[in-house]
């Protein structure tokens, strides 16, 4: 077990998008003439994204960079591009951009394959820097695609300080990118583990329940909340464990564990189709796939699977 940059402690399963490397020189990006050198530079890359996919670069040996001149061929948009970053010692500057073609075209061109960013992650054959400078890109990228016009007054912004920020030329209002936090908590009682099936996950995937923060809370009361929301369970003590980016499209998962002061469950039919309390021999059975019934916990690059493997084994 080892400690991440964060302070907290890692099992050997490792979760997909905290590796992020890249220097992102905010005190530097707010100047053009800066950032124009920096994508001339030989070693420049862009990372280009569709609506839905990732656009990798070559066929042997995939690759998230793209020369600055194929991403404008392609149609990618210089006044666009996001500057996502570069290494520690000023090299391998590298930005973000969409394309509008669809992923059929995209697949129709030569040494060019189009894969969404959580089958991307599955795979693990990218190194977690990269899938970790993807996720960066994809929220970004997402961001500028859905608020091209000013919330105030209604005008097209345009891109500032390397993708950063959006100014209104008509009203002066400036925008910034959003991230939008997320409890995640594994709840328990004694030696059973609350667990929980949303509708969207694939069928035998058992899950710890999550939600989005409402304005005015703090992690604590939103964990008490949502659980109480879902599954009518009361919660005592809530300890923030981990924290993840989550790149569908921009959330920061922020885990956590909490001891409930209640088992009755009243499930809301809304959010969830099961929701019960595991047995710790049961939970161990779901992490090894020998569950009699199939069912089984996320894949290890979510922050669910670690708060669950993480309880397993007596880290949390």
Not at 143 to 170: I, L, V
Not at 305 to 310: D, K, P, T, V, W
Request: proline share 7%.
């Amino acid at each position: 077990m080892t400690a991440g940059q964060d302070g907290l402690h890692r099992s050997p399963h490792i979760m997909s998008f905290i590796d992020n490397t890249l220097e992102r020189q905010s005190a530097l990006r707010t100047d053009a003439e800066w950032l124009r050198g920096r994508f001339t530079r030989p070693d420049a890359g862009v990372v280009l994204l569709t609506p839905t996919q990732i656009v990798l670069n070559g066929d042997d040996t995939p690759s998230i960079r793209h020369r600055p001149e194929k991403a404008l061929a392609l149609g990618a948009k210089r006044e666009e591009m996001v500057f996502l970053g570069e290494e520690a010692d000023g090299t391998r500057p590298l930005f973000a951009a969409a394309l509008t073609k669809s992923e059929e075209e995209v697949e129709a061109l030569p040494n060019l394959t189009g894969i969404d960013l959580r089958t991307l992650a599955l795979q693990g054959l990218l190194p977690s820097e990269d899938i970790s400078a993807l996720a960066q890109a994809r929220a970004m990228v997402h961001w500028h695609q859905s608020h091209k016009f000013c919330s105030r007054c209604g005008h097209p912004s345009n891109m500032a300080e390397g993708g950063y920020r959006r100014d209104c030329p008509s009203c002066g209002s400036q925008h910034f990118p959003r991230t939008d936090p997320v409890v995640i908590m594994l709840i328990t009682h004694e030696d059973k583990a609350l667990l929980g099936r949303p509708p969207r996950l694939a069928p035998g995937i058992f899950t710890t329940l999550a939600g989005f923060m409402e304005p005015g809370e703090t992690i604590e009361q939103a964990v008490r909340r949502e659980t109480m929301e879902e599954a009518g369970i009361s919660v005592g003590d809530v300890k923030i464990v981990a924290n993840q980016p989550w790149p569908f499209p921009a959330n920061l998962m922020l885990g956590c564990t909490g001891e409930a002061t209640s088992t009755e469950i009243s499930m809301d039919d809304n959010e969830l189709e099961a929701c019960r309390w595991c047995s710790r021999a049961e939970v161990q059975q779901m992490l090894d796939g020998t569950h009699p019934a199939g069912d089984r916990v996320p894949p290890p690059i979510s922050i669910a699977y670690q708060l669950i493997s993480g309880w397993i084994s007596g880290r949390y």
